[in-house]
């Protein structure tokens, strides 16, 4: 009777590569939980550090503007006017086609890049860039952008560079990842660094594709008479906002 019960012992253990595998799937599913569980709290540590981020900015746009307010009812009051600092930032948006289109022209338009109908990018307003503008003025408009113009490109029109190719900007980790080196690391961290034309603008605007927006919704008036003759090209400064918003 104990010979059977150890032959039916022997008969019910389990293979040793069986053995092996289980351990090994173990060990693996271990691993994986851990690293979800330090993803997930590093992720939840960095989205409080995003949504600070935001909160830091917002208050301090809102300091920006009490600031000019209270500059300009201070300069009426003592009799005088207060003028505001220049703008850093231009928006450029290209408004004619390729029709007869000058070679330097075009050249001027793709480092500006404006490749295409309706294609909107940001500059910085230095020497050189206004004398790019100058020489493609017929065939663009522009002017100063406001905060929430810039926010809503860059939320609604926003797409990554990322090795060339056109990456749509879905989460925070598109950022991070290209330009977390430069110190941005979300969206609003970007926006913020376009809006101020912080140190790293460059690295922030290169990572941006050029805004591929749509005709705006009741048309053009005249794009081949300058704004100032009741035209489209040319410099719009503070109305580019309500333009843009009608192409976005």
């Known amino acids: 009777m104990s010979q059977k019960k150890q032959q ?35 992720n939840k540590t960095r989205r409080s550090q995003w949504e ?28 005088g006017f207060y003028v505001p600092a220049e703008a850093k930032l231009i928006l450029v ?8 289109l000058n070679p330097q022209v075009r050249q001027t338009l793709r480092l500006l890049k404006l490749r295409q109908l309706h294609n909107a ?3 910085r307003v230095n020497k050189a860039t206004i004398e790019m503008i100058r020489k493609v003025e017929p065939y663009v408009t522009y002017g100063y952008p406001s905060r929430t113009v810039i926010k809503n490109l860059v939320y609604k029109r926003g797409y990554a560079k990322v090795n060339g ?24 961290d970007l926006i913020h660094e376009i809006t101020t034309v912080g140190p790293h603008f460059k690295e922030a ?8 927006l749509r005709g705006p919704r009741g048309g053009f008036i005249a794009k081949r008479r300058s704004f100032i003759n009741q035209g489209d090209w040319g410099n719009r400064e503070d109305l580019i906002n309500d333009l843009v918003k009608r192409m976005i």
């Open 121 to 123: 990018a940001f500059v």
């Open 205 to 212: 605007n290169r990572f941006l594709w050029a805004f591929k």
């Open 93 to 100: 948006v290209r408004i004619r086609g390729i029709n007869t």
């Open 52 to 79: 600070k981020n935001g909160q830091a900015y917002e208050a301090e746009y809102k300091a920006a503007e009490k600031g000019l307010v209270d500059n300009i009812r201070k300069a009426k009051s003592e009799g």
């Open 165 to 188: 190719q056109r990456i749509p900007i879905t989460n925070n980790n598109v950022v991070e990842q290209q330009l977390g080196k430069c110190g941005i690391h979300c969206v609003e």
């Open 8 to 42: 039916m012992q022997v008969e019910q253990k389990v293979p040793e590569n069986v053995a092996k595998k289980t351990v090994r799937d173990t060990k693996l599913r271990e691993a994986v939980a851990k690293r979800r569980t330090e993803r997930l709290a590093a």
